[in-house]
């Protein structure tokens, strides 16, 4: 998978963009900027792949060069000019900070602002997935194993229709249980906003 960023540089994207070299997602920064300029804020980012004069035209069309390459590509921006390249991308994420029309376009908007969040948004996107699959699992599981039972198929092992009642609500509660267990998945990236400072209190007056 490739992620495409903005080329604003914040100061969590070094951090960001390295955490998504480590799962093996590679990083590219495409820009109008002109190519040194370009280089320079991606050599800081740590990103080796930068598209530089890049026209706001042409970037839906380099995301498409990119998916004819057989890569699932995502793109972020908050620009007008962004739009089209996050439609075009197999998921888009927009700064929360940026156009209506960004975000409308989008798939996933990043609320805080704050692009280290596309971590947080893959790892919680794969526990999903992982959660789904160990469901489907469960559900086939006992279906493979109470149809026959109920059926006689293996009599004199016979499964009761109040059994199968029993059984089936069963499932349910832990398929619903497995899947409240997401709440403790610990997603890197997203981290409480601070408490507000309380207010100073007034100053009193001094007697004279």
């Known amino acids: 998978m490739r ?28 820009t109008g900027d002109n190519a040194m300029t370009a280089k320079r804020i991606a050599a800081d980012l ?13 970037k839906a069309d380099k995301v498409k060069e990119l998916q004819a390459q057989g890569k699932k590509v995502g793109m972020v921006g908050d620009g007008v000019n962004d739009a089209p ?21 989008a798939d996933v908007v990043l609320m805080k602002s704050d692009p280290y969040d596309i971590v947080a948004a893959i790892e919680l996107s794969r526990a999903t997935v992982r959660k789904m699959h160990q469901n489907l699992w469960w559900a086939v ?8 039972l109920a059926a006689g198929v293996l009599y004199p092992f016979v499964l009761s229709p109040e059994v199968a009642a029993l059984s089936m609500s069963g499932r349910t509660l832990i ?4 899947a409240l267990l997401l709440k403790r998945v610990k997603l890197t990236g997203i981290r409480q906003s601070p408490k507000a400072a309380p207010p100073p209190e007034p100053a009193k007056p001094v007697a004279a």
């Not at 992620?3 to 997602?25: D, H, M, Q, S």
């Not at 390249?85 to 376009?105: C, Y």
């Open 3 to 30: 992620i495409i960023p903005a080329t604003a540089r914040r100061k969590r994207n070094p951090a960001g963009v390295a955490k998504l070299r480590e799962r093996k997602i590679e990083v590219v920064m495409l």
């Open 46 to 58: 740590g990103i080796d792949t930068v598209p530089a004069d890049v026209l706001p035209g042409q």
């Open 85 to 105: 390249a996050l439609t075009q991308a197999d998921v888009g994420f927009a700064i929360g900070a940026g156009t209506d029309v960004a975000m409308e376009s």
């Open 141 to 148: 599981g006992y279906n493979v194993v109470a149809f026959p």
């Open 175 to 178: 398929v619903a249980i497995n």
